[in-house]
């Protein structure tokens, strides 16, 4: 069953990209005593994530932090490399968190895998966001197959 409002978040070990290269963050370090606003898109470079998910977390992010958010982070099933290489091309800076969950062992745990092996793109992470604090779920809004609605940066600006 997928993560709901109320649950709290698993526990887990996700990855950054640093200039010292890939570093380790569990979830306690990024969820623990803040608020955080989580999106998950089924792949980095991919048309929806690039052209509307992640913009429109760019354009909501100041936003979103008057209203109290602490971290936007980006989750992708993809390496921190990726990760990286998107942030890079996304203009993200500082404003957005990537993580990588290369394994989908957190994306799993969560209930929101997206398996697209059969298109040869193997287990991924469905199109969502949620509000965390302090590792609690508040809000979460998982997107149907192919839509983008409840979980932009707007809609999430919209529920706090």
Do not use: Y
Not at 87 to 114: H, K, N, P, S, Y
């Amino acid at each position: 069953m997928p993560i709901q409002t109320g649950d709290s978040l698993p526990a887990a070990t996700l990855t950054q990209a640093t200039a010292e290269g890939p570093r380790e963050l569990t979830t306690d370090a990024l969820f623990g005593g803040k608020t955080v606003v989580l999106f998950g898109v089924p792949g980095a470079f991919t048309p929806t994530c690039s052209a509307k998910h992640m913009p429109s977390f760019l354009e909501n992010a100041a936003a979103l932090k008057a209203k109290g958010v602490d971290t936007i982070a980006c989750m992708s099933v993809n390496d921190a490399f990726v990760m990286q290489a998107w942030a890079r091309d996304q203009g993200v800076a500082d404003e957005v968190l990537m993580i990588a969950d290369g394994a989908a062992a957190f994306t799993r745990a969560l209930g929101l895998e997206l398996d697209l092996t059969a298109r040869g793109l193997g287990v991924r992470c469905q199109r969502f966001a949620l509000v965390a604090k302090d590792g609690k779920v508040t809000h979460v809004g998982v997107e149907q197959p192919g839509a983008f609605e409840v979980s932009s940066g707007s809609a999430v600006l919209a529920a706090l």
